[in-house]
Nanobody, 124 residues
Framework: QVQLVESGGGLVQAGGSLRLSCAASGRSATDYAMGWFRQGPGKEREYVAA????????FYADSVRGRFTISRDTAKSTVYLQLNSLKPEDTAVYYCAALSRIQRFPNTGDAEYWGQGTQVTVSS
């Protein structure tokens, strides 16, 4: 069993920045790759970024590449998502997920565990 707890969401103006954190716990937490997904109002949950614990190989959705950065601190079993140059369309609940494997474009079916989500709201 893996537990994921997100934090760091909030309200920010367009062009601003936030850093989200996802603390992973459980005996086999670092056996999984980690990903961030988001779900905007009235939309389906979509992939944002993914990273491997070992080596830090990372991938991004086209919509966030160059603006968002995923990273990890293996000593703390924590994954981060730095959100820069935020746009109103980035408004969503952001979810951390433990993925069965690292891959370029995972979908929600590749997630084995989910966090509870953290709200990011970007005002125009």
């Amino acid at each position: 069993q893996v537990q994921l707890v997100e934090s760091g969401g909030g309200l920010v103006q367009a062009g601003g920045s936030l850093r989200l954190s996802c603390a992973a716990s459980g005996r086999s937490a670092t056996d999984y790759a980690m990903g961030w997904f988001r779900q905007g109002p009235g939309k389906e949950r979509e992939y944002v970024a993914a990273i491997a614990w070992t080596g830090g190989l990372s991938f991004y959705a086209d919509s966030v590449r160059g603006r968002f950065t995923i990273s990890r601190d293996t000593a703390k079993s924590t994954v981060y998502l730095q959100l820069n140059s935020l746009k109103p369309e980035d408004t969503a609940v952001y979810y951390c997920a433990a993925l069965s494997r690292i891959q370029r474009f995972p979908n929600t079916g590749d997630a084995e565990y989910w966090g509870q989500g953290t709200q990011v709201t970007v005002s125009s």
